[in-house]
């Protein structure tokens, strides 16, 4: 696909973070270039479905040279730092955003194995295989609102070196039989490397910062947010809302002055089959367990859910800070944590940050995220989608819409052919263009001319061998 002049509504959503940055009182303005250069990296990343600089340049027929793009995102004063703000505050504003639920979840991008240049990039864990492999790990902070969800917060996490090796050693030693008053003690974690609940608090307050006008009713996340801290910190900074979370089987709580696990009260006291109705849609058929129990772990009472989906064999266990909820709320609200799993499907797929994005260092790493991550802010901004919110009707998928933006992208290179002064010698010019820019040659491996090959036959003096 090629690219024109950048869509009406890109143009519009470019100026929408403008007027934003204007209002938001800082001296840093976008220049006409600058918001020129956004808008045909939006359009580019929508076209191209990548964020690379000699893609863009073929889809743009030669419009910016890859030295020219790299120029920009390295070298202009673009406000990076406050620009994907910013975005959220058009957003925000545009649709009359008053309050919403907040998500979190963690999600990897897989790297070679001999990464070097890209910043934050570590041993992960691989779901698929098991196994482990190179990557990077962030963590989202995604509003959900009753007509949109939208990315707010993200952060890289890089584990601590130190206490990794240590790990590692310590496991080793343990198996040894060496006793732990003869290992190595732990060490103090450095803060430069916090945990991924820890960067998830951060972005909590940074967002209760940024917007402080928007009223938060619940904030959900998985169970590595589960711990005593994360729950009373992150409901202490939206003034006490319920948050909700998950704990592992063998968390242990207080029962007739016993300890016993999660697994083991709910087994004796099985829960009862209920109708939920799943992110305000669908009603299906669960089986839930609750009780108001003291977690031991966290040293207070906390709202505890034994929760089962039809076609389950095992529970699942949730955990919320509000004592006054219903059981069936909780439960319910849960499942708009789906949400932003449904987020991470279309940003991978649909927005440029699933396949080349191998921009270097902090800069490379940071900046690529968030020109993906307008993206997925400006479909908001597109005609067809602005109708189906106004007249509430269900929104287009991101896929769906990108398909329509590759096409609406061709048409108007083509309008912009027919309109000129001299179709004739632009369709020329277009046509050279396209030439030299938009196609390129690989050379084939398949087929073997240029090639020295061997004499690949039978040798004379080697003859007699086979005759004994």
Excluded at 266 to 295: D, N, P, Y
Excluded at 298 to 308: E, N, S, Y
Excluded at 347 to 375: A, F, H, M, N
Excluded at 429 to 438: G, I, P
Aim: glycine share 6%; net charge positive.
């Amino acid at each position: 696909m090629l690219i024109g002049k950048p869509l009406p509504f890109v143009q519009s959503y470019i100026e929408a973070i403008a007027d934003a940055i204007k209002s938001h009182g800082d001296e840093k303005r976008l220049s006409r270039i600058q918001k020129y250069w956004l808008s045909f990296c939006i359009m580019a990343v929508l076209v191209t479905n990548s964020v690379c600089w000699a893609r863009f340049q073929r889809a743009g027929i030669g419009r910016y040279s890859v030295a020219a793009l790299s120029w920009m995102f390295r070298n202009s004063r673009i406000p990076w730092e406050i620009l994907f703000q910013m975005s959220i505050c058009a957003i925000i504003s545009k649709y009359g955003i008053t309050e919403g639920y907040l998500g979190i979840d963690d999600t990897d991008k897989k790297r070679s194995k001999s990464t070097k240049k890209i910043a934050h990039v570590h041993k992960i864990k691989d779901k698929a295989s098991g196994g482990y492999v190179m990557g990077q790990s962030l963590v989202f902070l995604v509003l959900i609102t009753p007509e949109i969800t939208i990315p707010v917060g993200f952060d890289f996490h890089v584990p601590d070196p130190a206490l990794s090796t240590w790990t590692k050693n310590d496991k080793k030693l343990k198996k040894q039989g060496i006793p732990a008053n003869l290992r190595p003690a732990k060490p103090e974690r450095n803060a430069k490397h916090p945990t991924m609940p820890q960067i998830a608090l951060t972005l909590l307050e940074r967002f209760k910062a940024a917007h402080a006008g928007i009223r938060i009713r619940c904030i959900f996340a998985d169970a590595l947010y589960g711990t005593e801290d994360f729950l009373d910190r992150a409901s202490r900074t939206f003034g006490n809302v319920q948050v909700v979370s998950q704990i592992r089987s063998n968390q242990l709580i207080g029962y007739r002055n016993k300890k016993r696990s999660v697994e083991d009260y709910f087994e004796k006291f099985s829960g009862t089959q209920q109708t939920i109705r799943v992110r305000g849609g669908e009603e299906i058929k669960v089986t839930v367990g609750s009780a108001r129990l003291h977690v031991h772990a966290h040293g207070k009472k906390r709202f505890v859910i034994a929760l089962k989906y039809d076609g389950e064999d095992e529970y699942r266990y949730i955990i919320a800070s509000d004592l006054s909820w219903r059981t069936s709320d909780i439960v319910e609200i849960y499942t708009l944590r789906w949400l932003v799993e449904v987020f991470f499907q279309d940003w991978k797929t649909y927005e440029g940050w699933g396949k080349l994005t191998k921009q270097p260092d902090e800069d490379g790493s940071s900046r690529s995220l968030i020109l993906s991550l307008l993206v997925d802010h400006s479909l908001f901004f597109h005609p067809d989608q602005l109708a189906r919110f106004e007249n509430k009707l269900p929104a287009f998928t991101v896929g769906s819409l990108a398909t329509r933006i590759k096409v609406e992208c061709m048409l108007t290179a083509i309008e912009e052919i027919v309109l000129s002064d001299s179709p004739l010698q632009r369709l020329k010019d277009f046509a050279k263009s396209l030439e030299e820019n938009a196609t390129i040659f690989c050379f084939s491996e398949k087929h073997m001319v240029g090639r020295k090959l061997g004499n690949f036959e039978p040798v004379p003096s080697l003859k007699y061998r086979q005759a004994v």
